[in-house]
């Protein structure tokens, strides 16, 4: 029987939280441009909820979550880090993404970078 190598490369599954600002980058390398509504709507179809189950999970309507995910209507800093919190993801991300929807909304041309203080 041939013995099994051990590997010194380390896993790097499962380090990073759920929806890091790392992960972002990388996704966006890989399918674009990641917006706060498009976050949520690939949370929600990962979850397989509905609009309407998955806007009772945070608290809103339907017709407010469908506005939110289509990049029609924006949350604010407080409200973005509270549902990062009750979905189980990384706060920097869901802030982040809600900071610059409202520097696109306003037509500033920077791009917002945030981290732990």
Do not use: C
């Not at 609009?51 to 339907?62: E, N, V």
């Not at 979550?65 to 029609?72: A, C, K, Q, T, V």
């Amino acid at each position: 029987m041939a013995s099994k190598k051990k590997s010194s490369r380390k896993s790097t599954v499962g380090r990073l939280p759920k929806g890091s600002v790392e992960a972002t980058a990388f996704l966006e390398q890989l399918v674009g441009t990641t917006t706060f509504g498009k976050m949520l709507r690939s949370i929600r179809l990962g979850e397989e909820l509905s609009l309407a189950a998955f806007a009772k999970q945070l608290g809103i309507s339907r017709t407010n979550l469908s506005d939110i995910e289509l990049g029609r209507r924006g949350v604010s800093v407080e409200r973005a880090a509270a549902w990062a919190k009750l979905l189980g993801y990384h706060e920097g991300q869901f802030v982040q993404l809600a900071l610059q929807a409202q520097l696109d909304e306003a037509g500033i041309k920077l791009r917002v970078d945030v981290s732990a203080a």
